[in-house]
């Protein structure tokens, strides 16, 4: 069975950096996309980031220019830089990986809270 799971969540005050990782059990490169998605408390879960398997890139509009999408293939790792931190930015971050055959396999999520 395909998994992925992530890393790296925690506590940073406003204006801090933290980078979350997501680990493929399979070739990376068997995704069309990895996605970072979040949910608030209260809100719907939204996209925050996406790469495809050619390396093109989406953000969504909260968080353009300050985070970043990226990924070794050869560590099957997709990772999730967030520099500028705002309180804002606290949910549950997952990481999805989708292709045809397997559909969308969804992570258990990691916490991220941003508060002083």
């Known amino acids: 069975q395909v998994q992925v799971a992530e890393s790296g969540g925690g506590w940073v005050q406003p204006g801090g950096s933290l980078t979350l990782t997501c680990r493929t059990s399979?070739?990376?490169?068997?995704?069309?996309?990895m996605a970072w998605f979040r949910q608030a408390p209260g809100k719907q879960r939204e996209l925050v980031a996406a790469i495809s398997n050619t390396d093109n890139l989406m953000y969504g509009d909260s968080v353009k220019s300050r985070f970043t999408i990226s990924k070794d293939n050869r560590q099957n790792t997709v990772y999730l830089q967030m520099d500028s931190l705002k309180p804002e930015d606290t949910a549950v971050y997952y990481c999805?990986?989708?292709?045809?055959?397997?559909?969308?396999?969804w992570g258990q999520g990691t916490q991220v809270t941003v508060s002083s």
């Open positions: 999805r990986a989708e292709n045809i055959n397997t559909g969308q396999i």
């Open positions: 399979e070739n990376i490169l068997m995704f069309a996309v």
